[in-house]
């Protein structure tokens, strides 16, 4: 049972909270102008580090607000949070 | 039911020094490196092979799953593959000469609403029609299957019926991992236990050989079979796959009289149990939401199964949990695998089977070999592309496995 | 042996006085409050309680703990409980065991006790009770900390029964859980517990008193003062009853008052064991030896010692004729490396291989071990947790060293914690005491003996449960392993119920001395939650029956429930499925549901639909990004139906969006999609268009929705609104109005999902049954009839109109459901708009919703049926499998407007086989031959939606 710290309500169990996967995955400027290859990648891959990871976390029981966080993945340490819009 | 197990044969396999090349290298001893490695030799006669294990064989998922086996998946690709990894279930135990305690106690997939009764329905007709044994069962057939199953009306969510695959069972996870590995070492192939790749060697876009903590290691061809990992180690050449690894839970009771003659999976209420051959249940849980390589989960997750397994199966509520333990899946968009070649001559993967692995072991280690050997793809798992992402011909089998991807 | 004699005149915390009487094996016992249920068989002697599960020898108990490997049995009453170690099983009134065979057996019926969950929160969380638990937990407390205490015991104090008293100990000032055992330590300090609080009083048990509960503590600091269980050593017949861990002949003496046996050898490779003989003997006991491979047999022991074996080992214990041969009678005693053998009476055979401190919690927590060569045992050796390990659990052996080390692992924890520790120590050691003494070896070493060498390795047991021997273990290194995770599997050893407790370290080292390796090396496999066994009840908690899931039900619930409605659930929801009268099943009551809403007029409950609403200056172009179609240019007043797709272009959701004012709209969604079309909406918002200036709530529980259905539905809504407008020409189609209906505010949508003429009225939640049953009042006249979800089913279906989930799932394009005409062309993006043109998307055969007509009108098909080209049949059959399908059944139903069966398929290249054959394959073998049509069968001129 992880231990997030969302940025606006502080630290809650991981049960108030909506996992969202890799974070800074931006949505094409111009998805007509990709490839169907290039459009796949967008779509279905992301990033599966084995440490550190930026991910999403969306504090659904809470205040609704999505946010980021840097955690290890073999150690589930949450290393950082940090909003929408900061710096990685 | 319960019984003593057989006991494993008194060799197993050499502990080999790794030679300085090999005709294929495969990367991961688990259930399906060891069966590519088994059936690269035996239908090929490509024996100058090496597995490498940075662990100890078969210590990954191999090791920790909940051993159902089954064929009975939606789609045509699907059904194809796995049905041809049960039937080669059904001779396994003779074919590697090792008592894999294949049982066909034959799978329940119980269905809870309106909605589960169709799609089970449809599952059912598709399964018949891609000549996999598939039959319907309303609530009073699932209680002369399994006789403890609550079928009350009166519970949260009562049990409208099931699928019910007779041929489906469980094995003895081990037993079936050390056949193929025992199996394997007998016909030539070396298992390389504690040695991890840390490098992949790519030339004019083919792969040469690997770098591992026991030294570099030549090879003609490269087949990644590494679960969980696979991202790790593509990564090394480059090469992004569709995975995402997560913890999946499962956990153990003590040994108890027999009391559970089948095997029952719930998607509704994400439970998936069996009584094993000496007497313990076997239990296994949903997939924790967050990406990592921990191979631990969340209590919750087990004691929200828990709340759903009591309310179908009430006789359990005095059993033990002696262990709870966590792996790693690799899971796809489309919760289908990955099998085939990369955009690296010599280069295969292999991964992306999420919670459906053990099933697939004797299928894919046939159809990867046959892949590996040929340079081509095997017809069954010709549809398991990778380039499946780009084209968006998927194969999407969310309602294929107790658990939500 | 009889039990005359073995209770002890003054020993032991149990109530003399107070006599408890049980049963085991058919056979009527005594004991006293205090006891365990061991403690009360070894009283009584018995001394046999087992079966092992492979081998069938007999198997007694070996400890006092919880590490029991062997005495564990089964309960019958009050309540049958499998496995269970007679250890821990605290004896009351009325209490039947049985022994076991190694398997147990669960009830054939319904466990009636209650089960539950509390969370806490604490500054420091001791687990352990013993001396070092209390000292840490005691300096925390007297510093200010909010401190909980747990310990698996009835009573703190520990296992050792060497109590310096514990008055020092405020039991007031922390939150002290016995009978509590933390099993599972997870991330970020979150360790879960399972507190026992009926089970020890038996029938007396208050009802309302949960058997068992869980805790979830979430912890600042935790301290791990959770001591170390003593090691057997393997030799010949080590199993049988009779053959004890050392120190626990001890505790049965010191808090039972029971001796194990009247003549006892003691073999010990450490100096813990002559205490064991020191106070034996003055207890009474007879020591008939004390063996130790060590040359000296240092220490000082008090009382008669019959013979003093330094430099020798057991090497065998057998029973005899004259007493059992499922009893120990007589141990066998030679030189270390071989010699005469001594053979020496003894109705106990009390063995030390030393102690492994018990670090489970500490590996769970991700904390890593070390071996240690002194001590002969892993030890903690750093921790990325928040946690300190003290006393026994790192190797300390003295009591007054555990003292000082658990004040010392609180000093640490509480400077962490920012808390300033006062200056305490217990009053045995005295304040100020520095630091604990090093972990210390016996005098002389501990000699590296785990199992004694011989011949023949088949009953040199390793693990007692499971029926391993060193023989076993042998067998497994030659067979090519080398991992003890392998000989692990191999062997089965540390697989059960005690996972190992004493079994692991003595395995690692067969092992390691066949395979020329140390333990360091080898490693140890890994530990797991839970610590003990945990009931699969007290992981459910309260969250069963109506508690597993809420059930969300509407305003007007009450009212179907009164008229007999039948429900299904749909997500959370309890929906009305449909009405039956005297007499009606399914399909009876859904045919006269469905004639009322062709012909007169029916309602239906729809309270159910998502409801969303969107504000904001950009709310237009945040719909037209999700939407696949326009929304920013619906005039307000008016309402449009909309398709939301994933990014992968398949259809996710559906349902009306309404303009309420220039910049506000409100959605409709799916019921079951209500939670996640918001999700999806916010995460867009949030993450990827901040720029937006649009808000979502969600108003699903705002407003209770009754939709009015037929071509009678204006004449009641006339009846019930006489403020509005209600002809075609003036509240057109596709148009909403705010008024007043039967007196109550509402919103009226005029909206279809039937192709009738139909208007959806609104009202606030808690007028929802007011307005339902003005409906019912005044449609009265028109034969109003209530219908349910399959009623809206089939009349949607005649019409063509998909149910997302149903007719599609989540591989379906809006394009495949014919719906190209609600996918804009003049859009430059809108979500999955990319993915329709990648190759598989755009092919021309993918599969199409189309109609079907069994060319039998009478025959209904099954939904999920697959159909197949004739053209694949051979003989006017099927061919041999696999079969190639062009697709399924979604929905089918029997259609009283069409007057015959139809059904909706997903048919591959639909569109272009409308008017052709197809075949269904039914269950009972028969290939029914169906027609292709378009999907709309029932007025397909939408002439009926005015009325």
Redo the contacts between chains.
């Keep these: 049972m992880l231990l997030i710290r969302c940025p606006w309500c502080g630290p809650r169990d991981e049960t108030e909270f909506h996992y969202g996967g890799a974070a800074h995955v931006a949505y094409p400027s111009d998805p007509a102008a990709l490839s169907d290859e290039e459009w796949g990648r967008y779509l279905f891959v992301r990033e599966n580090l084995k440490g550190p990871f930026a991910e999403r976390w969306c504090h659904t029981a809470g205040c609704r607000r999505w946010f980021n966080a840097v955690r290890d993945t073999l150690t589930n340490e949450i290393l950082r949070v940090y909003r929408i819009g900061e710096p990685a | 039911m319960t019984e003593d197990l057989p006991e494993h044969p008194d060799f197993l396999w050499r502990n080999p020094e790794p030679k300085r090349h090999y005709d294929v290298v495969i990367v991961g001893g688990g259930g399906h490196g060891l069966a590519t490695a088994y059936y690269l030799a035996r239908n090929h006669g490509i024996t100058n092979v090496a597995v490498l294990e940075r662990g100890w064989l078969a210590g990954g998922n191999m090791a920790r799953n909940t051993t159902i086996i089954r064929s009975n998946y939606l789609w045509e690709a699907s059904a194809g593959i796995y049905e041809h990894a049960l039937k080669l279930w059904e001779g396994l135990a003779e074919d590697l000469d090792y008592p894999i305690l294949f049982s066909q106690r034959g799978v329940l997939n119980l269905a809870h609403s309106q909605q589960d009764v169709r799609e089970g329905a449809r599952r059912v007709h598709a399964n018949r029609l891609s000549g996999v044994d598939a039959h319907w069962l309303d609530p009073g057939q699932v209680k002369e299957v399994c006789p403890i199953v609550n079928i009350s009306p009166d519970v949260r969510y009562p049990v409208l019926g099931a699928t019910y695959q007779p041929r489906a069972g469980i094995a003895k996870h081990d037993y079936v991992a050390w056949g193929f590995a025992r199996a394997a070492d007998a016909l030539g192939v070396d298992l390389i236990q504690h040695c991890e790749v840390t490098g992949i060697d790519v030339h004019d876009g083919r792969v040469t050989g690997l770098r591992t903590t026991r030294g570099p290691i030549g090879a003609g061809k490269v087949a990644l079979s590494a679960a969980g990992h696979s991202s790790v180690l593509a990564r090394m050449v480059g090469l992004d796959l569709p995975v995402q690894s997560h913890p999946l839970q499962a956990l153990v009771s003590e040994l108890l009289e027999p009391v559970h003659p089948t095997v029952v999976m719930s998607n509704a209420v994400h439970v998936y149990v069996s009584q094993a051959h000496k007497g313990e249940l076997v239990m296994g849980a949903g997939i924790d939401a967050y990406n990592s390589y921990s191979q631990r989960g969340a209590l919750r997750v087990i004691e929200r199964q828990m709340s759903a397994a009591l309310e179908l199966f009430p006789v359990f509520a005095r059993a033990h949990v002696l262990r709870t333990w966590g792996g790693i899946v690799d899971v796809t968009p489309d919760a289908s695998a990955i099998v085939g070649l990369t955009p690296i001559d010599g280069l295969y993967v292999n991964c992306g089977w999420g919670t459906g692995g053990f099933k697939a072991t004797p299928g894919v280690g046939w159809c990867y070999a046959h892949t590996v050997a040929h340079d081509e793809p095997h017809p069954l798992n010709a549809p398991f592309r990778l380039d499946r992402f780009s084209t968006g011909a998927l194969i999407d089998e969310h309602g294929a496995a107790a658990v939500a991807h | 042996m009889s039990g005359d004699g073995l209770r002890h005149a003054t020993e032991g915390r149990i109530d003399r006085g107070t006599v408890l009487r049980f049963r085991f094996d058919g056979t009527a016992y005594s004991g006293h409050p205090g006891d365990t249920l061991a403690s009360a068989l070894l009283a009584n002697g018995v001394r046999r309680i087992g079966t092992s599960?492979?081998l069938g020898r007999p198997r007694g108990v070996m400890s006092a703990g919880s590490e029991e490997p062997t005495g564990v049995v089964q309960l019958e009453a009050p309540?049958?409980?499998?496995?269970r170690p007679a250890t821990m099983v605290e004896l009351h009134d009325g209490l039947v065991a049985s022994s076991l065979s190694?398997?147990?057996?669960?009830?054939?019926r319904?466990?009636p006790?209650r089960y539950d969950?509390v969370h806490a929160h604490c500054d420091m969380l001791v687990v352990g009770a013993g001396p070092a638990g209390l000292a840490a937990a005691s300096l925390a407390v007297r510093s200010g900390a909010r401190v909980i205490l747990a310990d698996e015991r009835p009573e703190v104090g520990g296992a050792s029964p060497d109590t310096e008293g514990d008055d020092w100990f405020d039991r007031a000032g922390a939150r002290v859980l016995t009978r509590t055992t933390v099993f599972?330590y997870?991330?970020?300090?979150?360790l879960?517990a399972v507190e026992r609080r009926t089970d020890h009083l038996g029938a007396a048990a208050p009802g309302n008193l949960a058997r068992e509960r869980?805790w979830?503590i979430?912890a600042g600091q935790v301290v791990l003062a959770t001591g170390a269980h003593e090691r057997p050593i393997a030799f010949a017949g080590n199993d049988l009853p009779g053959v004890m861990l050392a120190d626990s002949a001890r505790t049965y003496l010191h808090r039972y008052g029971v001796l194990v046996g009247r003549r006892a050898v003691v073999f010990t490779i450490n100096d813990s064991g002559y205490r064991v003989v020191a106070d034996l003997a003055a207890a009474g006991v007879e020591i008939a030896a004390l063996v130790d491979p060590r040359e000296a047999t240092g220490g000082t022991v008090g009382g008669q010692v019959g013979g003093r074996y330094g430099g020798h080992v057991v090497v065998a214990a057998h029973g005899d004729d004259a007493h059992g041969h499922d009893v120990l009678s007589t141990v066998d005693i030679e030189p270390v490396g071989g010699g005469p053998t001594v053979r020496v009476d003894a109705d106990a055979l009390l063995v030390s291989g030393g102690w492994s401190p018990v670090l489970h919690l500490y590996s769970q927590s991700?904390g890593r071990l070390r071996y240690d060569e002194v001590v002969g045992a892993f030890l903690p050796d750093g921790c990325?947790q928040a946690v300190t390990v003290a006393g026994a659990a790192r190797g300390l052996t003295s009591t007054t060293a555990c003292l000082v080390d658990g004040v010392d692992a609180a000093r640490q924890a509480l400077t962490a914690l920012g808390i300033t520790p006062v200056d305490w120590s217990p009053p045995s050691v005295g304040a100020g005491a520095e630091g604990p003494p090093p972990a210390t070896a016996a005098p002389g070493g501990v000699p590296d003996l785990r199992f004694v060498p011989a011949e023949d390795y088949s009953t040199h047991f390793v693990d007692f449960q499971r029926d391993v021997t060193v023989a076993d273990v042998l067998?497994?290194t030659?067979?090519?392993?080398?991992?003890v995770?392998?000989v692990k599997?191999?062997t089965?050893a540390g697989?059960?119920?005690d996972?190992g407790k004493t079994s692991g370290l003595l395995t690692s080292a067969v092992v390691g001395q066949a395979l020329d390796a140390g333990i360091a090396e080898l490693g140890h496999t890994?530990f797991?939650?839970?610590y003990t066994?945990?009931?699969?009840?007290a992981?459910?908690?309260r969250?069963?029956?109506?508690l597993?899931?809420p059930?969300r039900v509407t305003a007007i619930h009450d009212w179907h429930v009164r008229h007999g409605a039948r429900f299904?659930?749909?997500g959370q929801w309890r929906r009305s499925?449909y009405y039956p009268a005297e007499g009606e099943g399914l399909a009876e009551a859904v045919r006269r549901e469905c004639v009322a809403a062709r012909t007169g007029v029916a309602f239906m409950d729809a309270s159910t639909l998502g409801k969303i609403e969107v504000q904001g200056p950009d709310a237009g172009r945040f719909l037209d990004r999700l939407y696949t179609n326009v929304m920013s240019t619906l005039a307000v007043g008016a309402i449009r139906y909309g398709v939301m797709c994933g990014?992968?272009?398949m259809v996710f959701d559906d349902g009306t969006v309404a303009r309420l004012a220039p910049d506000r709209f409100l959605l409709t969604t799916t019921t079951g999609n209500a939670g996640p079309v918001l999700?999806w909406m916010?995460?867009w918002l949030?993450?990827?268009w901040?720029d937006l200036a649009a808000w979502c709530t969600s108003v699903t529980d705002q407003w209770a929705t009754v939709a009015v259905v037929g071509p009678r539905s204006r004449d009641v809504l006339a009846r019930l609104a006489p403020g509005l407008a209600v002809d075609a020409a003036t509240f057109p189609f596709m148009t909403w109005r705010d008024t007043v209906v039967a007196g109550l505010p509402a919103r009226v949508c005029r909206i279809s999902f039937s192709g009738e003429l139909a208007y959806e009225v609104n009202v606030a939640w808690w007028h929802g049954l007011a307005l339902w049953e003005a409906v019912y009042e005044a449609g009265a006249p028109y034969g109003i009839t209530p219908y349910g979800t399959e009623t809206m089913h089939v009349l949607r279906a005649e019409k063509g109109y998909p149910i997302v989930?149903?007719d599609t799932?989540?591989?379906v394009t809006p394009q495949d459901l014919g719906m190209a005409w609600v996918v804009s062309k003049k859009k430059?993006?809108f979500i999955g708009?990319?993915?329709f043109?990648?190759?598989?998307?755009a092919r021309p055969d993918r599969k199409h919703l189309v109609g079907l007509l069994p060319e039998d009108p009478t025959l209904l098909l099954?939904?999920?049926?697959?159909v197949?080209d004739p053209a694949c049949l051979a003989g006017g059959r099927?061919p041999?499998?696999?079969?190639p399908?062009l697709g399924?059944v979604?929905s089918s139903y029997r259609s009283a407007a069409l007057d015959r069966t139809f059904a909706l398929a997903l048919v591959a290249g639909g569109r272009d086989r409308i008017g052709d054959r197809l075949y269904a394959?039914l269950?009972d073998g028969r290939l029914v031959p169906v027609t292709v049509a378009g999907p709309v069968l029932y007025d397909p001129e939408g002439a009926r939606r005015d009325g």
Aim: charged letters at 30%; proline letters at 10%.
């Design positions: 599960v492979r309540f049958p409980d499998p496995m190694g398997r147990g057996r669960l009830a054939d319904p466990d006790a969950a599972g997870y991330d970020d300090n979150y879960v869980i979830r979430r991700g990325r067998r497994a030659g067979a090519g392993l080398r991992s995770e392998h599997r191999y089965t697989t059960a119920h996972q890994t797991r939650p839970p066994p945990v009931s699969f009840a992981l459910a908690g969250d069963r029956g109506q597993y899931d059930v299904e659930d749909v499925w990014l992968d272009g999700d916010e995460e949030q993450t990827e901040p989930g149903q799932d989540g591989t430059a993006d708009k990319r993915s043109a990648r190759s598989d998307t099954p939904e999920g049926v697959h197949v099927l041999e499998p696999p079969v399908m399924h979604t394959p269950d």
